[in-house]
């Protein structure tokens, strides 16, 4: 138990510590090269360097490198591989835009090393009630799992911290569920996760001094979704990323369609004191922001709250739910 | 920002909790006499699984709706 003390500690501190220090170098180095984007939600032509993803990978990568060493199994192992190409997807994505599939289709690929790793169980554990074993289903659910996950961030990644604190909440909310269920070196990476968001949220947060980007986001993303594939912890994880998931579900029977954000009207619009509010054009998504903007325009950092205090509520659910894991009817 | 959001997040909390027994206890142990190919057990599995999630993406869908028009109409 000591050393998995000594790990943990050591693995946050340098996931934690590497993303604080070297977020401001990205920043400078991106600015000098122009790579910026216009932050819509600001009066002034503010423009706002973009990928972080950048700085995210480094502090992940040696983290999970770190705890790799401390425990060298193939969970950690895919892991790691899973977290460097859920990177490699966003990046393309940041570089040049692609076509609405483009994403969903390379997550699926990305999920390969927890197959050939063999870093799964295919008993689906739920509170209550059991496990069930769907040894082909669950192969379906691994390579989904990634996509759906690296999206669900990326759905949510709409406002000044949104991404990171969201992420910095659902990994502390899943990290405690594992170490409730003994699963101490998946826990571990979940910290590392955890504490790479605290540290990119200094920056991200409102007022943004660097966006995530889609590299950033899908790294997240990609991350969380195949720590909750190897550490059998799939429904909790699920249930920890709840408001992420309204946000996806809403957009999509509205749309109907998978489509690159980008092409979509924006649902909000902007009062004279830059508040956000509703558009009244019916053809537009109803999104998780929309729905929380309905009944008043807010401002930008009134709703990233909004978006937290729904996120504490599904960490909370979520821990409730690990120790229901124990529990059978 | 109204209940009725948490409320929404608690709806589905719930109805993955319910949606999981469901599946366990009854979806599951469906088996049929040996004289029947294994693969209609597992695609009767599949089809009530299906089933089990469109009833649930059709009932968030209402919640939504109802959520969406109370805000504006409020």
New interface residues.
Partial sequence: MEEKIIAAIIVSAIAFFSIYAFTPILIKFLEKRNLTVKDVNKKDNVMIPRPGGISIVIGLIASEIVLYAFFPISEILAILIVSILGFSVGIVDDRKVMGGWFKPVALAFCAAPILLLGAYDSNLDFPLFGSVSIPSLYLALVVFMIPITGNTINSIDVLNGVASGFTTIASFALAISLFILQNYEIAIACLALAFTSLAFYKYHKFPSRIFPGDSGALVLGATYGVIAIVGHVEVIAAIAILPAIVNSFLFLSSVKKIVEHREIKNPTTHTDDFKLKSTDDKTTPITLVRLIIAKKPLSEKQICNEIFKLTTLSGVLAIITAFMMGVEL | ??AQ??G???A??IL??IG??L???FV?PISFPSNIDPIITSGTK?FLALLLIFIW?YT??KI?NW??RS??K?
């Fill in positions: 920002m109204a959001i948490y929404f997040i608690f589905m909390w993955m909790l999981g027994g599946m366990i206890y599951a599949v993406v968030l869908t939504k959520i969406f805000q504006i409020s």
